[in-house]
């Protein structure tokens, strides 16, 4: 992968808010697109940068809730303003229920290279409890359509933790696998603050998988998709060789993102900033930016090493200390000697990393300690 730079936008709109998600989105607001997009050009056009472009991501939100002309319009701002690399990843991020033929072979015809499926699931009772508008066989039926019009990189979503059984788990993994997607993400559901799920559960209307069953979980769908052929070269990420995500690579290698549209990050130069989370602030230009920093070294070395660790390959110390000035082994001793003697982290061949599935199953609690 190459440095470069690498660009987000995001598309805050729903068809419906699922009730999981935490994301900032809005339902029932889509007459505001077509200010929004403008907006959102405007935000493009008024960064500059001469770092050849990478990828560009649509995520949301549902992006696929943008009309093809919106979408063309986007990209012709970007490809304006910015150089872009001639093999960049252009990924789009769209519900089942969007994928239809035209809306594909549009996609298509403005060089979206890569899509990424919410499927969630295929099992029918599961995706009603959360809140999506597709069935299983409906999620199939999506990433047929988008086989059948040339999409040749595909990345389905999948989310466990509803006290499914490893039966249940089995027939997910299998039916991914019998599509033969490029890309997996596997996520772990968790009850998010402000969520409908928050207060289901909170009231007991909502039963969640326990932390045992949760990591029994993990440890099968690694081992399963290890066995198809994809690499878990993230904690929550499987590809096929050459299909790993190269934007979603690129935050945990540390190389500098631009994101454009609502609470959309960014991290440029060594400075981290986010914009507003109120579409009526950016539909009105009151303010873009609502936080700004500047990350000293210390701050720089213990993001780039904790997001490293979420990765397979986990930190090249020779590279890290080069790029840090740092010496990473001496600055992390206590930790490292600490999680070595638990067999949760090893050292070899130069590198350091999570050990497995089992230590990713419990990484947040790990790396928390390297913050």
């Known amino acids: 992968m190459s440095k470069g730079i690498y660009l987000y936008i995001h598309i805050p709109f729903c068809y419906k808010k699922c009730p999981y998600c935490a994301f900032v989105s809005y339902e029932k607001q889509l007459s505001a697109q077509a200010l929004y997009i403008k907006r959102v050009i405007d935000e493009i056009k008024g960064f500059k940068t001469s770092k050849i472009v990478q990828s560009i991501y649509f995520g949301g939100g549902t992006p696929s809730t943008l ?50 499926i919410g499927v969630q699931s295929f ?84 039963k969640i998988s326990n932390d045992d069953d949760t990591a029994n979980l993990y440890f099968f769908i690694s081992y399963y998709l290890k066995s198809a052929g994809y690499k878990h070269y993230e904690i929550s990420n499987f590809a096929k060789q050459r299909f790993e995500s190269k934007h979603n690579s690129a935050y945990w290698l540390g190389y500098d993102y631009r994101g454009f549209g609502v609470s959309a990050s960014s991290f440029v130069e060594g400075i981290r900033f986010k914009n507003t ?35 397979k390959d986990g930190v090249k110390i020779e590279c890290f200390n080069k790029r840090y000035k740092t010496n990473i082994k001496e600055l992390y001793k206590k930790e490292l000697d600490k999680f070595e003697k638990l067999d949760m982290i090893k050292e070899k061949n130069g590198h350091i990393f999570l050990n497995g599935a089992k230590a990713m199953v419990v990484s947040n609690t790990i790396l928390s300690e390297f913050i």
């Open 277 to 311: 989370d109120s579409l009526d602030s950016y539909i009105n230009k009151k303010n873009y930016v609502v936080y700004e920093k500047q990350l000293d070294e210390k701050d720089k070395i213990k993001e780039a090493f904790v997001l490293l660790l979420r990765m």
């Open 67 to 116: 009309k093809i002309k919106q979408i063309e319009s986007v990209l012709d701002a970007v490809y304006s303003n910015f150089a872009i690399h001639k093999d960049a990843e252009i990924t789009f991020e769209s519900n089942p229920v969007s994928l239809k033929t035209d809306y594909l072979k549009g996609l298509k015809s403005l060089g979206i290279n890569r899509l990424s």
């Open 123 to 206: 099992i029918d009772l599961k995706l009603n409890i959360l809140g999506r508008l597709h069935n299983g066989q409906k999620a199939i039926e999506s990433v047929k359509n988008a086989q059948d019009r040339g999409f040749e990189n595909i990345s389905i979503d999948l989310i466990y933790g509803l006290n499914e059984t490893k039966k249940d788990m089995e027939f997910e993994l299998k039916n991914a696998c019998f599509l033969d997607v490029q890309h997996i993400s596997t996520y772990m559901l968790s009850i998010e603050e402000g969520t409908q799920f928050e207060k289901l559960f909170k009231s007991g209307k909502l």
